[in-house]
């Protein structure tokens, strides 16, 4: 069956519709904090966590703990599978699995992933409730809390479930460049973190995406630029630390400039050690003198410094011990990548890569194949000498200390009344329009299709992979609801060319076609690019004077499969708040006004970017 999906009105009687209704800088420049007109909380220099020393009270709490553990208790503390965020019953097989881990193995913490609200609180709550040490909640909430808390929606009807506050991914603010805007963002995350019970989050990512090839980090990073990528994250740090919570950037020495995903295979470093002190390793000194508490070691092998042998860096005495904390000065907690990737699992076993870790001077075993497994192979690994007691001595007192500056010790529970007070509030919202509408970035404009004419006819074409249920459906809304006569087409890889044919057969009765691209960056995907019979769709439309405007809700780079698109604008994410922003940018309702954080070679430049003022 061909995989198209049509809007409910034919687009003949959409076109009627319209019928009737018709009546370049050097790099993204800081805006002025004015500008940030939705900010929660005025900017305000805080001090961060990890400078911080900790209080008499704290100290002694972490000192005492330590002395109370035994060698399994002790190997447990710095162990931290994975679990779901979603709602579980006080008996049921799932959170007796979870007890597990915590009365028997004594896991030290949890990497918590997708789920609502109260029920992330309810869970964790119930956790705490019952470890010996207050476990250490991480999670990743790099660009929001909604990539975590909720934003998902029912089947069939795709009814949203609500919960966290989603924003556009982290290059959105990369295009805005605006520390205040990056800190208020940082602010956010930290609030509604905490709210739930939440004291870490994996988050800035301090890669430089150097690289158009990348097919893991790419919109994930602030840019290419190494100061650039530094300055921003610096004040997302600062925003984090305001509220309490605790930042790991990632990934340590560095990912953007990679062609390989590690959750498949072993990434490469090809540079040399001058290269990453002046690209790579900026944004991660930064981060050190900004005070980021903890610091996630990437499973990449630095092959320009090592040799073609190189460990990954997570398994790496080099550049765990003697680079970044001997050379860098790191004073945090070092967590490992997850350690059920295949970079180091398909070279190492399930066991081996956990030891190696250690070695290297990682102190967090961040989501191992099986936590048990895990606590076992470090408890051995002490007992069999090859683990020094001092190391692993030294890795639990890092994760206490985290724990001490958090709160652990006086308090470990959150309040689930407080929880709606403070996760998805109106503000919090406001600013992540606020966000989505300015990191709005067109790129090219050759035909001045931007903004559309009123009332204009649009075919609008939207490619994305099948799991994407919500790619194109606020923004094809958005356009209806301001005017616009809209007939809606849906493709994706395995589109067919008579369902091509079909379509293009219809642009003549259109002012304008829309092309849209939700090409994301996702894991275990190995690629970010537009694939099957859609680019030389695009081609073909943009010959010959066509009207054409390619939006992109994802990577950048999209736009190298079909370079000739006259105009091109560019969303950042596929999120219900950058479709409503990119379709109010191209009607005139919202200024555009963001700059490219990236090259896009041979075509723009860091940089570049078109201004349109609201009409």
Not at 131 to 154: F, Q, S
Not at 337 to 351: L, P, Q, W
Request: glycine content about 10%; proline content about 7%; some cysteine.
């Amino acid at each position: 069956m061909p995989s198209i999906h049509r809007s409910s009105a034919p687009l003949a009687a959409l076109l009627a519709l319209a019928a009737s209704c018709a009546s370049p800088a050097s790099g993204p420049q800081t805006a002025p904090d004015a500008a940030a007109s939705t900010a929660i909380h005025p900017p305000s220099a805080v001090a961060a966590l990890s400078d911080a020393p900790l209080d008499a009270e704290g100290q002694a709490w972490v000192e005492r703990t330590l002395a109370s553990l035994d060698l399994r208790e002790k190997a447990g503390q710095i162990v931290f599978p994975w679990t779901g965020g979603e709602y579980v019953a006080r008996d049921s097989p799932e959170m007796d699995r979870l007890l597990e881990w915590v009365e028997r193995d004594g896991i030290g913490g949890i990497v918590i992933s997708i789920g609502l609200p109260h029920s992330y609180a309810a869970k964790l709550n119930a956790l705490q409730q019952r470890a010996k040490v207050p476990l250490l909640i991480t999670t990743d909430m790099e660009n929001g809390p909604g990539m975590r808390l909720g934003g998902g929606h029912t089947l069939p009807h795709l009814l949203p479930l609500g919960g966290g506050t989603v924003f556009p991914p982290t290059m959105a603010m990369g295009a805005i460049g605006s520390d205040s805007v990056a800190r208020e963002v940082g602010r956010v995350i930290g609030t509604e973190a905490r709210a739930v019970g939440v004291h870490l989050t994996y988050a800035p990512v301090l890669d430089v995406n150097s690289n158009p090839l990348n097919p893991i980090i790419n919109t994930r990073s602030f840019g290419e630029d190494p100061r650039e990528v530094a300055r921003l994250a610096t004040a997302f740090i600062g925003g984090l630390h305001a509220t309490g919570l605790m930042g790991a950037g990632k990934h340590f020495p560095g990912h953007g400039d990679t062609e390989a995903d590690t959750h498949i295979g072993l990434a490469a470093i090809r540079a040399d050690r001058a290269r990453l002190d002046s690209v790579e390793l900026v944004p991660f000194r930064a981060a050190v003198a900004a005070g980021v508490d903890g610091m996630m070691a990437a499973h990449i092998s630095v092959q320009g410094v090592e040799g073609p042998e190189a460990p990954p860096a997570s398994l790496s005495p080099l550049f765990i011990t003697r680079v970044l904390r001997d050379e860098m000065g790191f004073r945090g907690i070092v967590f490992s990548d997850a350690m059920d990737m295949g970079a180091v699992v398909r070279r190492h076993g399930r066991t081996e890569p956990l030891l190696l870790a250690l070695e290297a001077g990682v102190d967090v075993l961040v989501q191992p194949l099986d936590a048990r497994e895990a606590v076992d192979a470090v408890v051995e690994g002490v007992r069999s000498g090859r683990i020094p007691q001092a190391r692993l001595d030294a890795a639990v007192r890092a994760v206490l200390a985290a724990k001490a500056r958090a709160g652990l010790h006086r308090q470990r529970t959150v309040s689930l009344e407080a929880v709606d007070q403070r996760v998805g509030i109106r503000a919090h919202q406001q600013l992540a329009q606020t966000v989505a509408e300015r990191s709005i970035t067109l790129a090219r404009d050759g035909r001045g299709l931007v903004p559309l004419a009123p009332g204009a006819r649009v075919l609008s074409v939207t490619y994305a992979d099948g799991v994407d249920l919500t790619a194109g459906r606020w923004f094809d809304r958005e356009l209806t609801r301001m005017g616009f006569a809209v007939g809606s087409f849906r493709v994706d890889p395995q589109t067919p060319p008579e369902t091509y044919a079909r379509i293009r057969a219809l642009t003549d009765s259109a002012d304008v076609v829309v092309v849209s691209a939700y090409v994301q960056p996702r894991e275990h995907a190995g690629t970010v690019g537009a694939r099957g019979g859609f680019p030389q769709f695009v081609e073909s439309l943009s010959a010959d004077g066509g009207r054409v405007v390619a939006v992109s809700f994802g990577s950048p780079y999209v736009i190298g499969f079909y370079p000739s698109a006259p105009a091109y604008l560019l969303a950042w994410g596929g999120a219900e708040v950058s479709q409503r922003a990119a379709a109010r940018a191209l009607a005139g309702q919202t200024a555009i006004t963001g700059r490219l954080p990236v090259s896009i070679p041979p075509l723009f430049t860091r940089g570049e970017g078109l201004q349109r003022p609201a009409r």
